[in-house]
Nanobody, 124 residues
């Protein structure tokens, strides 16, 4: 069993920054990949970024490249999403996810474990 808990969401004006955190617990040794997804009202859930657990291998959605950064603190079993230069289009519920698969992309179906989400609202 793997459990994920997100935090760090909130309201910010366009151009501002937020850092999301996700703490993993349980059988964390089984996790190969950690990722961030988001879903806005009326839209499909989309992949934002993913990282190999304990290594590199980062991947970002084109809409956030250059603005968002995914990183890890392995000692704390925590993955972060640093979000800079936020836009109103970034407003969504953000979810942390984990995968056991050897190879994954940014598809929700690649990830088997999910957090409950944290809301990010960007106003203009």
């Amino acid at each position: 069993q793997v459990e994920l808990v997100e935090s760090g969401g909130g309201s910010v004006q366009a151009g501002g920054s937020l850092r999301l955190s996700c703490v993993a617990s349980g059988y964390t040794n089984s996790i190969r990949w950690l990722g961030w997804f988001r879903q806005a009202p009326g839209k499909e859930r989309e992949g934002v970024a993913r990282i190999y657990n304990g290594g590199s291998g980062t991947m970002y959605a084109g809409s956030v490249k250059g603005r968002f950064t995914i990183s890890q603190d392995n000692a704390k079993n925590t993955v972060y999403l640093q979000m800079n230069s936020l836009k109103s289009e970034d407003t969504a519920m953000y979810y942390c996810a984990a995968a056991k698969g050897l190879l994954v992309g940014l598809l929700p179906s690649d990830f088997g474990y999910w957090g409950q989400g944290t809301q990010v609202t960007v106003s203009s």
